[in-house]
């Protein structure tokens, strides 16, 4: 076991480099860069972003020549060529890529990831800052989701073909095909006082004087706040687990050894979770990481849109609109370093389920 677990720990060293390498080779090739954007600020006469990088105090003091000679950047026309290198330092576009993409690596070997290009906060603290709604709606979609469809999917696979299976199956098909959008916004014009009912609160994670609350009205203010966006999110996510776990079981319960136990007389409690439940769960924890981390980081932009909640998936797409290279690259080395993990963990839970697995003799 341990040595399974070190050759999967370094595996991930290889991994991580070769996401990082892909994606950054792809940058270079996008259109419309930090500095680009930088440009186009100051091209456009926006005083407070020019005075970050001429240092004076008002915008026009710039000294910006009218139908001067640019440096080959889209909008650099009209700007002095010193302003534009100073840019170029400023944003490190000053040295050769492969030099850039060797210190960007060794600085996320240490978690040191540098500051955002376009905020005034340093990378770490931005995630750290936006994590809490992250944590809110993806932790509580995935515990629900697993908490209900695992049991419902058991329920279906012994009542297969009943009215109970037809009913239900027709609910999940139908909530995982309505987008989760659609169904947010449906929540808040019924029940957020969009034109009907104004029974929940369409901002924020909590109340304005949340500090100050009893404890007991903390968490309800909480879970007040959370209920909608998480109902939106969720109904789509019970339809691929639920059908998985139903399926896994029925597949199970058709082989020789579940024949065999029930001619031993065990009860069909017993042959369901003393027997099935460990083998049919296997494609169910298989495919845990991916919707872990789908529901943790990427699933939520239009969710936190909709109902104004400041997350990761806001932020990872205004940084990528923006070119804000240090919060992408940041956020893809640590969710791709949470990704590895978790399948790393889910391959563990194999053993923990079926000891029978032998981890030293597999090939990673």
Request: net charge neutral.
């Amino acid at each position: 076991m341990g040595a399974y677990i070190l050759r999967r720990l370094l595996l991930m060293i290889p991994t991580l480099f070769g996401i990082m390498a892909v994606s950054f080779v792809i940058t270079q090739f996008a259109p419309g860069g930090p500095v680009e954007q930088a440009l186009a600020n100051l091209s456009g006469q926006n005083s407070s972003f020019m005075d970050r990088f001429t240092g004076s105090g008002q915008g026009d003091a710039a000294g910006i020549p009218q139908g001067g000679q640019g440096s080959g950047y889209r909008g650099s026309q009209g700007l002095p060529p010193e302003l534009v290198e100073r840019i170029e330092k400023q944003f490190g576009f000053d040295k050769p890529p492969l030099e850039r993409f060797v210190t960007m690596i060794g600085n996320y070997l240490r978690f040191d990831f540098g500051r955002s290009y376009f905020r005034d906060i340093s990378v770490i603290d931005l995630i750290l800052e936006k994590m809490p709604v992250s944590i809110s709606l993806g932790l509580w979609m995935t515990l629900i989701a697993y908490g209900v469809s695992i049991p419902l999917g058991i329920r279906k696979a012994v009542r297969d073909g009943s009215r109970f299976d037809v009913w239900s199956s027709t609910i999940v098909i139908i909530g995982y095909a309505i987008p989760g959008f659609l169904i947010g916004i449906l929540l808040v014009v019924l029940f957020a006082g969009g034109s009907f009912l104004q029974i929940f609160p369409l901002r924020g994670l909590t109340s304005p004087g949340w500090e100050s609350f009893p404890w007991w009205q903390q968490i309800l203010d909480y879970l007040w706040h959370l209920t909608l966006p998480i109902i939106a999110m969720g109904l789509g996510a019970f339809a691929t687990t639920t059908l998985l776990t139903k399926n896994s079981f029925i597949d199970e319960i058709g082989k020789q050894y579940v024949t065999t136990a029930r001619a031993k007389g065990l009860t069909e409690r017993q042959v369901l979770y003393g027997h099935v439940f460990r083998n049919a769960m296997m494609l169910v924890i298989a495919s845990f990481p991916v919707a872990f981390v789908g529901a943790f980081f990427g699933g939520s932009l239009l969710i936190e849109t909709i109902f104004s909640l400041d997350g990761l998936g806001l932020l990872g797409f205004q940084s990528v609109a923006q070119r804000d290279y240090p919060v992408v690259f940041a956020t893809l080395y640590i969710f791709s370093l949470i990704g590895l993990v978790l399948s790393l963990l889910s391959d563990l839970a194999y053993m923990w389920i079926d000891p029978r697995l032998d981890f030293e003799s597999r090939a990673v």
